[in-house]
């Protein structure tokens, strides 16, 4: 079955360069999910978009932003880096709304780890 | 105080042995629950989605969730060394905004 796509897998940036994630969601779904995980942390919610429209915001710094194309895949972008931005950032993705209005499962990708020196 | 919380762990038991991890949440409003596992350096993957009071069976694993005592927890049964892993408890608010717990480790001791 295909998954969750995310490219690059790996990323070096120097302080204050910027760098665009991608993700290419599991065909047909059409919600798509930001995380950032540190090392020996949890995966912090970045943002979310549902039908190409962002949804819900979390900790998302104002450096970044993020959008849903008309083929559902959708890019971070990150700008001004920060040696802190340093971490693996997971993209998933799911069916928005499904059965009683409850949200479907995420299914992420692979990560892209990046390292700001 | 977090919104989802985990025992910090690590748990460490031996193989064949039930593994029980528990995860609490403090937004009276969350629909949606999740257990992921992840490997060090890899992508959480599902275990569990359970939506509904009571308990979900899938295999060696048994999800368990009380929205009176917003809590949710996952059974392991007979636990191999291959189930050795963090474990992730997620819960989605409303909308689709997913808070994470810390992580359970879990050690299966062969």
């Known amino acids: 079955a295909a998954g969750v796509i995310q490219s690059p897998r790996h990323l070096i940036k120097e302080k204050r360069e910027t760098a665009t994630l991608k993700c290419y969601p599991i065909p047909r779904h059409d919600t798509v999910y930001w995380y950032q995980q540190g090392p020996g942390q949890d995966p912090q919610f970045l943002i979310s978009f549902y039908e190409k429209m962002q949804s819900d915001k979390g900790s998302i710094p104002d450096r970044f932003s993020a959008q849903q194309f008309s083929d559902y895949h959708s890019e971070l972008n990150m700008s001004s880096l920060e040696l802190g931005d340093s971490a693996l950032y997971f993209c998933?993705?799911?069916?928005?709304?499904?059965?009683?209005?409850?949200?479907?499962?995420?299914?992420f990708g692979p990560g892209t780890r990046l390292t700001v020196l | 105080q977090k919104e989802v919380e985990q025992n910090s762990g690590p748990l460490s038991v031996p193989e064949g042995a039930i593994a029980s991890l528990n995860c609490t949440y403090s937004?009276?409003?969350?629909?949606?629950f999740f257990w992921y596992r992840q490997y060090s350096g890899k992508s959480p993957e599902l275990i569990m989605s359970?939506?509904?009071?009571g308990d979900k069976e899938d295999g060696r694993f048994t999800a368990q969730l009380n929205k009176a005592s917003q809590y949710v927890s996952l059974l392991i049964r007979d636990s191999q060394p291959s189930d050795s892993a963090t474990y992730l408890c997620a819960v989605m608010t409303g909308g689709f905004k997913t808070i994470f717990g810390a992580g359970t480790r879990l050690f299966v001791k062969a």
């Open positions: 359970i939506y509904s009071n």
């Open positions: 998933a993705s799911s069916y928005g709304v499904r059965f009683g209005g409850k949200t479907d499962t995420q299914y």
């Open positions: 937004d009276r409003g969350s629909q949606s």
